[in-house]
Each structure stands twice: as structure tokens, then as C-alpha cells.
């Protein structure tokens, strides 16, 4: 599996957008680039998946450029209740038995 | 709410005592992933079962077992507690065969090994 890097925290205000990058070098042809977001004492819940491109939906939007060695998390207009931990996986995506891996994650905090 | 409830919500064990923790998939859902999340770390896979049987195992020792029912619900079972064993234990549940198969989390067990 692709290891994958990003940074371990990230400070925002409310109203910014979030922008969020994972270094993957190692991803191969058939995976997909997965995020999740963790509250504390919660499980993971997943937010978005893409594969090239472009990818949004109602939560947020996923930028991965041509050749995918790296992905942007876009959180627009956070909010206080998006403070979390967001995790970038990499994958066969959705379908792949769900043996997920999960590195250390962006600890993002939004202040008021 | 994702559907997948575990039980119990936290628990206290004793170094060497054995403990049991359990799942409870979506409803539709036939397989039973659990991860171990220690404290200010990403969770780490334990296993998965599919039908009843193992289906993938991550890098955890022998000590760590599962079940799966045929309702689909799951136990995980550690012996031989260790202090390093603390840890937020996490199901997820999916349907494999589906190209949508996303992965819904419980909310945790917190286990605290003294």
C-alpha cells in the first residue's frame, strides 16, 4: 500500500477555506485517494473519494493532479464543528475489503 | 449515526485478564472490519471477517481473535491484556461485493489495561 504523508496539524479560522495536501509518491494505477474525518472519540466517517481530477460533494472537494502523486483536501467555510482529525488513505478504494490504512492524520483546529 | 453500535462503550481490565468487546453491523452489511487506535495515533486494522471466516489480518499477535455470527454482529477477544493493549477499539462494517462498499464506524470501545 502507497504510504502517504501530510501535516500533522493545521490552524484555521471560521469562514476560511481549508486546504489540506497528502504527499503519496508510491500510489499505484489502480488506487484511489480516500479521506476521512475523525471526532474525538468517534470513528472515522468518510468524506470524499477520487481517483484524478476533481471530485465535490456536499462536504467538500478533492483536487489530484495528472499524475496523482499528491491530493488537496478543500474544506470551504469551515466551522468550529470541523475541528477534527483528517486522514488521507490510499487504496483500491471503496471496494477493497475495507482493510483501510490509516496514517497519523491532520489535526485541524478551527478558532473562532 | 452509522448504524454500527459497539459494546461496551469503556471498559477497565486488568493486565493478563482476557476481554471481549463487541459489534453490531449495519443492517445489510456482511463484513466486520475492527481496528486498535491508540491515543493521538491513526487506527491500526486488526482484522476483518466476511462470512463468518478471517478474511485479512493486520500485524497483531495471535492473542487478538475474532467471531463473526451469522446476524453478521462480531466479537473481538483479547487475552493476556497487556498495558499497551489500551487503546479505542473501533468495528466498521460494509457489504463486500458492491462497488460502493464504504466502510461505516461504531463509535469505540475505550479499553484501559491497569
Known amino acids: 500500500l502507497a504510504k502517504t504523508t501530510q501535516p500533522i496539524s493545521m490552524d484555521s479560522y471560521e469562514g476560511q477555506e481549508v486546504n489540506i495536501t497528502c504527499s503519496h509518491n508510491n500510489i499505484a494505477t489502480n488506487d484511489y485517494i480516500t479521506w476521512y474525518q475523525q471526532f474525538p472519540s468517534q470513528g472515522p466517517r468518510f468524506i470524499i473519494q477520487?481517483?484524478?481530477t476533481k471530485v465535490t460533494n456536499e462536504v467538500a472537494s478533492l483536487f489530484i493532479p495528472a499524475d496523482r502523486k499528491s491530493s488537496t483536501l478543500s474544506l470551504p467555510r469551515v466551522s468550529l464543528s470541523d475541528t477534527a482529525v483528517y486522514y488521507c488513505?490510499?487504496?483500491?478504494?471503496?471496494?477493497?475489503?475495507?482493510?483501510?490504512?490509516f496514517g497519523g492524520g491532520t489535526r485541524l483546529m478551527v478558532k473562532p | 449515526e452509522t448504524g454500527v453500535t459497539q459494546s461496551p462503550t469503556h471498559l477497565i481490565k486488568t493486565r493478563g485478564q482476557q476481554v471481549t468487546l463487541r459489534c453490531s453491523s449495519q443492517?445489510?452489511?456482511?463484513?466486520v472490519s475492527w481496528y486498535q487506535q491508540a491515543l493521538g495515533q491513526g487506527p491500526q486494522f486488526i482484522f476483518q471477517?466476511?462470512?463468518?471466516?478471517?478474511?485479512g489480518r493486520g500485524n497483531f499477535p495471535p492473542r487478538f481473535s475474532g467471531l463473526q455470527f451469522p446476524n453478521y454482529s462480531s466479537e473481538l477477544n483479547v487475552n493476556a491484556l497487556e498495558l499497551d493493549d489500551s487503546a479505542l477499539y473501533l468495528c466498521?462494517?460494509?457489504?463486500?461485493?458492491?462497488?460502493?462498499?464504504?466502510?461505516?464506524f461504531g463509535q469505540g470501545t475505550r479499553l484501559t489495561v491497569v
Open positions: 471477517y466476511y462470512r463468518e471466516e478471517e478474511n
Open positions: 466498521a462494517s460494509s457489504r463486500l461485493g458492491r462497488g460502493d462498499a464504504e466502510a461505516f
Open positions: 488513505l490510499v487504496g483500491e478504494g471503496l471496494n477493497a475489503g475495507n482493510m483501510l490504512t
Open positions: 443492517s445489510g452489511h456482511n463484513t
Open positions: 477520487g481517483y484524478k
